[in-house]
């Protein structure tokens, strides 16, 4: 891979981005716990189907904590990458990754046509 300049990019910027996200995220999975928890099969206190879309609420609750988790990850290890040079080019082919897709999420590690083949 080649070696990239961080010039083409406001690194400040992007790590500032990438940070709030990180604490927004973090303040939701401390919310979120709550409503990933056990859901309690006590008939007496809840109906059946109050008890269904309580189970569904809690799958839900449980996929979205799992996305949470898998953007942290994501933003950590474009922060990591920022420290380096390689920050901005793609994972798959190793070219640059647009400048419009970087400021839309600087967490992003593939070019759009790497990432266009990954979904195919």
Known sequence: MMA???SRFDIEALRAKLVQQREDLNKI???GD???ATVEL???RVG???RMDAMQA???SVESRSRRQLKLRQIEAALQRMAGE???ECLSCGEEIASARIEYD???TLCIECASKSEN
């Open 29 to 31: 999975e401390q919310t």
């Open 42 to 44: 006590d008939q007496s």
């Open 4 to 6: 990239m300049k961080h």
């Open 34 to 36: 709550e409503a990933a």
């Open 58 to 60: 809690q799958a839900m």
């Open 48 to 50: 059946r189907l109050s």
């Open 86 to 88: 390689d920050y901005g």
């Open 106 to 108: 600087p967490a992003v």
